[in-house]
């Protein structure tokens, strides 16, 4: 199997959209599933009569190389240890899919890819509560189980872990970056924009395509999305010649925005940016539309999930820009098509293809490349650390290429790659504005 090799072969596949989250949500999907997501599920969460991977897609060219024509199991001995750090249970935020998904690309990749050339991966997770102690906790135990790499879900509270993470020089790679901790650390690696993507771009496309001349930026009051969405989005707009910004702020537990978006109407501007999701998605479309705000308005990915249309109607969300990471027409790789299998097979039957899970799949299958790259009597933190730094325009598993030197956002050295793409609700579906946006140019000033 000669996994170095990368094609760009043009496929026709099935669709999946990730998303980008902005601080504190996470990355949604919208999917047309493969005949393979239909398969029964065993006890054991496998959906055992569906097709192995592999055999759908036989000699591939991938972001890692070509996969196998035939599935190649990995051996049990020396595992290689990487960690994962993931909220859960707990009413403040609770995102067990990224880890499922994460577990589910392991599977495939011990059962079906060989592992790294015949050493298999071990995934020790560990679950925080929104807790700064429970963090460090989990960062700990990462450390004392030998992880060589710990690979992000959504960790809100990584003031607490990313501290131990550095002291030990244990590498973060991937996850879904929400707070300035993970965005700025030098052993911190990820293959998003964050906020602070999403704000430039939609900052780039109202000033520039929609020529824009009053904008409102609404964010919940919480350090990471006020820097994200003033120190990015706002300056974005005014070099771009929108000197009419106003900023509002919301309570970021609020999930009433009457007062925000009557406040934002009365503005009468051509443009409303909001700079959150998760739970504020549903209201702030369905209150801008009752009000009848005509102001084109500009949310996260996270606020396209089907469900929510489904959940306020599809004229509340009809004319909606979001933000997301992959093209709606894969040009390259059948890397989305390959997440949906990789899923249906290997993935808990609580895990929707549909959903956050595209982050935490996406992350191991770049580590996994990185690994690979190295070659399995290579691997440890400070390989992984000198290896993730050197990246320089690397495929990214059904994303933008990534670069790792520390210079792609200002002040955000972690992000490495940040490029967006842009879509509009229209007629039940998602409609693709733009090719990728080059945020890092837009934030160069």
């Keep these: 199997m000669h996994r170095n090799e990368r094609g760009r072969t043009p496929w026709a596949v099935a669709l999946v959209l990730l998303v980008l989250a902005a601080s504190g949500c996470v990355e949604k999907t919208v999917v047309q599933e493969s005949s393979a997501t239909s398969a029964p599920v065993s006890q054991g969460g496998e959906r055992a009569d569906g097709p192995t991977v592999v055999s759908q897609f036989p000699g591939v060219d991938t972001s890692f190389g070509k996969l196998p024509r035939e599935p190649v199991a990995a051996g049990t001995d020396n595992p290689i240890v990487v960690g994962m750090i993931n909220q859960e249970n707990t009413p403040l935020g609770s995102f067990p899919e990224i880890r499922l998904a994460a577990e589910s690309a392991v599977k495939w990749i011990n059962t079906e890819l060989g592992g790294v050339d015949g050493r298999p991966i071990q995934l020790e997770t560990c679950i925080t509560t929104f807790s700064v102690e429970k963090s460090q906790a989990c960062a700990q135990e990462m450390v004392q189980k030998g992880a060589v790499a710990v690979t992000g879900g959504i960790d809100v509270s990584s003031n607490g872990s990313v501290p131990i993470l550095e002291q030990n020089q244990l590498p973060l790679i991937g996850g879904v970056p929400v707070n300035n901790d993970e965005m700025k650390s030098p052993i911190s690696f990820q293959f998003s924009g964050g906020s602070p993507g999403a704000m430039a771009a939609f900052a780039d496309y109202a000033a520039n395509t929609q020529h824009a001349k009053k904008v409102v930026v609404i964010y919940g009051d919480y350090?990471?999305?006020?820097?994200?969405?003033?120190?990015?989005?706002?300056?974005?707009?005014?070099?771009?010649?929108?000197?009419?910004?106003?900023?509002?702020?919301?309570?970021?537990?609020?999930?009433?925005?009457?007062?925000?978006?009557?406040?934002?109407?009365?503005?009468?501007?051509?443009?409303?940016?909001?700079?959150?999701?998760?739970?504020?998605?549903?209201?702030?479309?369905?209150?801008?539309?009752?009000?009848?705000?005509?102001?084109?308005?500009?949310?996260?990915?996270?606020?396209?999930?089907?469900?929510?249309?489904?959940?306020?109607?599809?004229?509340?969300?009809?004319?909606?820009?979001?933000?997301?990471?992959?093209?709606?027409?894969?040009?390259?790789?059948?890397?989305?098509?390959?997440?949906?299998?990789?899923?249906?097979?290997?993935?808990?039957?609580?895990?929707?293809?549909?959903?956050?899970?595209?982050?935490?799949?996406?992350?191991?299958?770049?580590?996994?490349?990185?690994?690979?790259?190295?070659?399995?009597?290579?691997?440890?933190?400070?390989?992984?650390?000198?290896?993730?730094?050197?990246?320089?325009?690397?495929?990214?598993?059904?994303?933008?290429?990534?670069?790792?030197?520390?210079?792609?956002?200002?002040?955000?050295?972690?992000?490495?790659?940040?490029?967006?793409?842009?879509?509009?609700?229209?007629?039940?579906?998602?409609?693709?504005?733009?090719?990728?946006?080059?945020?890092?140019a837009l934030l160069q000033g």
């Design 223 to 440: 350090a990471p999305i006020k820097e994200a969405a003033v120190n990015y989005g706002s300056a974005v707009l005014k070099r771009n010649g929108v000197s009419d910004v106003t900023e509002i702020a919301y309570p970021i537990t609020s999930t009433d925005f009457l007062p925000t978006m009557t406040k934002a109407k009365q503005l009468e501007p051509d443009a409303i940016f909001l700079a959150a999701a998760d739970t504020a998605c549903a209201p702030a479309m369905k209150t801008a539309y009752d009000l009848g705000i005509t102001a084109k308005m500009y949310l996260v990915g996270a606020c396209a999930a089907p469900a929510i249309a489904d959940q306020i109607g599809e004229a509340a969300v009809s004319g909606r820009i979001f933000n997301i990471e992959g093209p709606l027409i894969a040009t390259g790789p059948p890397e989305a098509a390959i997440y949906g299998a990789a899923v249906a097979k290997y993935g808990d039957p609580k895990l929707p293809i549909a959903s956050a899970g595209t982050i935490g799949f996406r992350n191991v299958m770049n580590l996994y490349a990185m690994m690979l790259e190295l070659g399995p009597d290579n691997i440890s933190r400070a390989s992984l650390l000198e290896h993730a730094r050197a990246a320089v325009d690397h495929p990214s598993f059904n994303g933008h290429n990534y670069t790792c030197d520390g210079r792609q956002v200002p002040n955000l050295p972690a992000l490495c790659a940040p490029q967006e793409i842009l879509v509009e609700h229209r007629d039940g579906t998602l409609a693709q504005l733009t090719d990728w946006i080059d945020v890092p």
